[in-house]
């Protein structure tokens, strides 16, 4: 049994609001982990983000900033997404939060590098039958069609987010704290309107 296989059983992470008896589907908040970084152009590390968000949520007390009891929530942890190969680590991803949103389950997914949103989106994509929207925090657009000759990197995924059938725009898409910009964006956002704040 591995280290993050003997955490998600521990009731005490996550503010001791891990509840490892439930089914997702009894859970209110679902929690997993992609520890992938296999995407970025830059810097790995990223992979180590789930295992370590986890080991530091034992030392959270299950209150909220407005000094209230959050006690009683109910959060199950599935675990991290692995596998041998990015394609085997997306399409499990995909399936799994499809099957979330088709149920209703309010999650949140722990990366790895940012290329790890884009099976995210394409399960939301493929549950959902209507529009939606993103809002990208980041010091990067990631709209580059690729990097690298890679165009699933983690400077992608939002590029990757507008060839989704419920995505209908780049005004569907709203950008916060963008600080620089790849020539290649530079040029998409000549001929798209993008919404920076």
Not at 169 to 184: A, K, Q, Y
Request: aromatic share 8%.
């Amino acid at each position: 049994m591995t280290k993050v296989d003997e955490m998600i059983k521990d009731a005490r992470i996550w503010a001791g609001l891990n509840k490892p008896d439930l089914s997702y589907e009894e859970a209110e908040i679902v929690v997993f982990g992609i520890p992938y970084d296999g995407g970025v152009s830059f810097r790995a590390g990223a992979k180590s983000a789930p295992k370590a968000l986890r080991e530091i949520t034992y030392t959270i007390p299950p209150t909220t900033e407005h000094f209230e009891s959050i006690a009683e929530l109910k959060v199950v942890d599935l675990g991290d997404f692995t596998g041998k190969t990015r394609e085997i680590i997306f399409k499990k991803v995909e399936e799994k939060v499809y099957d979330l949103v088709k149920k209703e389950k309010f999650f949140t997914m722990i990366g790895g590098d940012h290329s790890t949103t884009i099976p995210v989106q394409r399960g939301i994509d493929r549950a959902l039958d209507e529009p939606f929207g993103i809002i990208h925090i980041d010091a990067h657009f990631d709209l580059c069609n690729e990097l690298e000759g890679d165009d699933l990197s983690h400077g992608s995924t939002e590029r990757r987010a507008l060839e989704l059938k419920n995505v209908p725009d780049s005004e569907s898409i709203f950008f916060i704290g963008i600080r620089s910009v790849e020539n290649d964006e530079l040029e998409f956002m000549n001929s798209n309107k993008i919404n920076v704040i």
